[in-house]
């Protein structure tokens, strides 16, 4: 079992900064790959970055390459999400993800392929 927390997540105005993190517990957290995904109103769950196990590794959708960043520090068993530039339109639930089993090495895109996920936590960009 992995256990995954979430947290950074707020109001910000857009164009704005945020930095979530997971805290990850239960397995040994260099093992497995890490996800960030999120959910909007009304809208299917969609994949957002993806490190591999080690972190040198990383996967952006294109709709935040560039302005998003993943990493991840195994020795603390967090993954990061740094946002900048924030849009309005990426008002969400973001969640973190663990792959475990599916591509532990390396994570997918596809939110099927990860075993556990976090409560998450909700993000507002005002406009």
């Known amino acids: 079992q992995v256990q995954l927390v979430e947290s950074g997540g707020g109001l910000v105005q857009a164009g704005g900064s945020l930095r979530l993190s997971c805290v990850a517990s239960?397995?040994?957290?260099?093992?497995?790959?890490m996800g960030w995904f999120r959910q909007a109103p009304g809208k299917g769950r969609e994949f957002v970055a993806r490190?591999?196990?080690?972190?040198?590794?990383?996967d952006y959708a294109d709709s935040v390459k560039g302005r998003f960043t993943i990493s991840r520090d195994n020795a603390k068993s967090t993954v990061y999400l740094q946002m900048n530039s924030l849009k309005p339109e990426e008002t969400a639930v973001y969640y973190c993800?663990?792959?475990?089993?599916?591509?532990?090495?390396?994570?997918?895109?596809?939110?099927?392929?990860?075993?556990?996920w976090g409560q998450g936590t909700q993000v507002t960009v005002s406009s």
């Open positions: 239960g397995r040994t957290f260099s093992s497995y790959a």
């Open positions: 490190i591999n196990r080690s972190g040198d590794t990383t």
């Open positions: 993800a663990a792959d475990f089993r599916f591509s532990p090495a390396w994570g997918t895109r596809n939110l099927r392929s990860y075993d556990y």
